[in-house]
C-alpha cells in the first residue's frame, strides 16, 4: 500500500529530473512501477578518485536541487540521497533515482490518507550521508536532503566523503560531532563561492543551511558567471581565471510484497 501511494505521487510530479513513472498496478503478488529505461551510469561510477571538475559539480548540483525541489514542493522528502541514487544518462541529463525510503506529508495531497508516517526514533537512510536528525531518529524535512546533497557534492568536488569512519558507528559519530576539512585543504580547486555553498549544505544546524533545494539551485547556476572567478586553491591563495562555460521506452521494475 505505501509502494503504491509514494509511487503515484512521484508519477504525479513529472519533473525532467526526476525518474518517470508510467503506471503502478500489482499481478500476481507483486507490486510493480512501469518507469523509463535510462541509459547510461550512476553517479558513484563517474566520481573519480581525485573529484570531478567544479563546471560538472555546479551543472549536476543544480539539476538535482531543481529536482528536490519539485518533490519538496509535494511534500516528499527523499531521504537517501547519495551517489548510487543519482543517475547522468548517455545524453547529458541528471535524474534523482529510488525514492524508496521517501516520506510524505500532508502536504503531499489534500487527502491527508496519501501521508506516510515514520515512527518516531526509526532512523533510516546511508550512513555517510544522512543528516544529523536523520541519524537522531528525528523527522526528516526538506533541509535534510539538502544536507545530503551536500555530502555528496563535497565527495564531487575531492573525491572522497565529507564524513569517514571504518565503521557505520564512527561515521554517525563523524556526522555528529566533526566539520569536514575545508574543500580547499584538501587539494581540490573550485570556487569560494561554492565551496561555501557546500559547507553552508553541511551546518549541523538545519535552520543555519539553505531552507529551499531552489535557492540552492538558485546559487549553483550564478557561481562562475562573471568574468572572472575567485578560486579556492590547496595553498589559501586567491587566484582569477576566466570562467568557462561551455530513455526511451518504459521498463517494469516489480517489488515483492
Known sequence: ERFQREAKALAA???PNLLDIYDVGSADGLHFAVTELLE???LRERITPTGLPWQKVTKIGAAVADGLAAAHGRGIVHRDLKPENLFLTADGRVKILDFGLAAMHEEASPDARTATITEAGTVMGTPGYMSPEQVKGQQADARSDIFSLGCVLYEMVSGHRAFGGDTGAEVIA???KEEPPQLSSTG???????????????????EARFQSAADLAY?????????????AMATGEVEPIRARRKWWLAAAA???I
Not at 196 to 205: D, F, N
Open 13 to 15: 510530479l513529472s519533473h
Open 174 to 176: 563523524n556526522i555528529l
Open 188 to 206: 581540490a580547486t573550485l570556487p569560494a563561492d561554492l565551496e561555501r555553498s557546500i559547507h553552508r549544505c553541511l551546518e549541523k544546524s538545519p
Open 219 to 231: 546559487g549553483f547556476r550564478s557561481i562562475g558567471t562573471g568574468p572572472s572567478v575567485a578560486m
Open 40 to 42: 547510461g551510469d550512476t
Open 254 to 256: 516489480a517489488v515483492a
